[in-house]
């Protein structure tokens, strides 16, 4: 956030909405993730039987048509249909109303590293197979990535500042916190922000195999390919995935009796500048991140209780996360509780960390870690307290979520217990 920001401008979270291979409920997701339960599964998007890499975290039971009609429908990719699906379980639970008194006050952040490309894939095939006359006049608006923003603003009026963050794997990360920053500055008093990914697909997973970044050993064992931390993990498990949040002003929600999940404390990003594909190996990158997102908070090490790891199950990333963490809080580091949820959900890009913020809040409302499930033999570079056997109880007032995106995108949300 802004050094300029007003401080005395709190940010607070009123609403939220998943749609997530482990379900598309918020009580669905959360009870699944205490019960360490996997959403990774054999593909049933396109034929993967001639691919290294078989499985996926696809959402099993999201139903279209409770959020838009047929038409509507048709005229979206599955990444928009998700978003707009997801915040409009954010503004339910929040408890607003479906027209805002002020929509000039209303802005919309939201993140996604692939948008709807799927579209735009499917209609280059039928272009080659039928020629141009055949090619779909949605095909170019439902590929852009900022698609699913304009539905959001379309349906409730929202007319204040839009943002589309496409960082890839931090997408989802920095949507929150640009959000946030939003309202810190006073160019809105509420903020419809989240992410949405949805690109289960036969030309991604070929692009990902090719850089041979997928799991290949757990075809006929889904469920144990996910292993954050684990000396046998192989790569991170592809998935879909959506969160929605509402962010309002402290003012805004007290104003209306809002019933509050937790505070959004501080938010930074930075760059590695160092390689498109992996972490830079000192861990600078993703420490300065969660350096100054603490610094933004206000706050000191010593006060974080929970960390939600970006933990994608490679053998890069994890060891560099957890150097990291031990730069920035040193022999504290073994004391604080880790947890990754990509565990059980796999890894949905830019959607991530907008889902991961979610389950921040909740352990901060609830005093209750998930557990990082398939994590048997902890790699020795990878030494903290991952919290493993299961849940935790934790009486959490300050929790750190991490995403760290190809091309270097770092980006760190501080999550605080609301307190008056």
Sequence with gaps: ?????????????????????????????????????SGIRRITRFDASGFPCQIAGEIPDFE?????????????????????????MAVEDAGLPERFPDPERV??????????????FEAYREYLEKGLNKVNPFVIPSAMHNTATFHVAERYSAFGPNKTIVTACAAGTQAVGEAAEMIRLGHADLVLTGAAEAAVS?????????????????????????????????????????????????????????????????YA??????????LEPSGNGALRTMRWALEDAQLAPTEVGYINAHGTSTPTNDAVETLAIKLLFGE????????????????AMGA????????????????????????EHPDPACDLDYVAAGPREADVTVALSNSFGLGGQNACLVLRRFED
């Design 64 to 88: 279209v048509e409770n959020f838009l009609s047929p038409k509507e429908a048709r005229r979206m990719s599955f990444a928009s249909q998700i978003a707009l699906g997801v915040v409009d």
């Design 332 to 347: 504290r580091a073994y004391d604080i509780p880790i947890s990754s949820t990509k565990s059980m959900i796999g890894h």
């Design 1 to 37: 956030m802004s050094e300029n920001g007003d401080r005395a401008r709190r940010v607070v979270i009123t609403g939220m909405g998943v749609a997530t291979p482990v379900g598309s409920t918020l009580e669905k997701f959360w009870e699944a993730l205490l019960a360490g339960q």
């Design 107 to 120: 802005g919309v952040s939201l993140g996604t590293a692939i948008g709807g490309l799927e579209r735009a």
């Design 202 to 266: 036969d030309f991604m997973f070929a692009g990902f195999a090719a850089m041979r970044a997928l799991p290949i050993n757990y075809n006929n064992d889904p469920e144990r390919a996910s292993r954050p931390f684990d000396a046998s993990r192989e790569g991170f498990v592809f998935s879909e995935g959506a969160a929605g949040l509402v962010l309002e002003s402290l003012e805004h929600a007290r104003q209306r009796g809002a019933r509050i999940y937790a505070e959004v404390a501080g």
């Design 269 to 278: 990003s930075s760059s590695d500048a160092f390689h498109i594909a992996t």
């Design 352 to 375: 991530s960390g907008a889902i991961e913020a979610v389950a921040c809040a909740l352990t901060l409302q609830r005093g209750k870690i998930h557990p990082t499930i398939n994590l």
